[in-house]
Nanobody, 126 residues
Framework: QVQLVESGGGLVQAGGSLRLSCLASRRSFSSYAMGWFRQAPGKQREFVVGISWNGGSTYYAESVKGRFTVSRDNAKNTVYLQMNSLKPEDTAVYYC???????????????????WGQGTQVTVSS
């Protein structure tokens, strides 16, 4: 079982930035894609971004393209999400997700997620 621990959420004004981190306790971390999802109140959990096992490929939801940047440090078993130009509609609980498919691409469907983090709240005020 993969353990994922997110950090870095908080309250920020519109236009501001936050950086989320996700530390994974997974021996083969570098063999799996990682992703970020989010869930706003009253809405379904949605895919935000994924990054391939070696960081060479990424896949973003249209709503965050050009504003969010995902990266990973396999030596530290950590994936990051840099969020810039935040909007009130970005307000949600953000979840780190570990892929269950080794060496698969970064577009991770919910059904392929092996483990979820506990979530971190991101609130963007207008």
């Amino acid at each position: 079982q993969v353990q994922l621990v997110e950090s870095g959420g908080g309250l920020v004004q519109a236009g501001g930035s936050l950086r989320l981190s996700c530390l994974a306790s997974r021996r083969s971390f570098s063999s799996y894609a990682m992703g970020w999802f989010r869930q706003a109140p009253g809405k379904q959990r949605e895919f935000v971004v994924g990054i391939s096992w070696n960081g060479g490929s990424t896949y973003y939801a249209e709503s965050v393209k050009g504003r969010f940047t995902v990266s990973r440090d396999n030596a530290k078993n950590t994936v990051y999400l840099q969020m810039n130009s935040l909007k009130p509609e970005d307000t949600a609980v953000y979840y780190c997700a570990a892929d269950s498919c080794p060496l698969c691409g970064p577009n991770i469907p919910t059904t392929r997620v092996a483990s979820w983090g506990q979530g971190t709240q991101v609130t963007v005020s207008s």
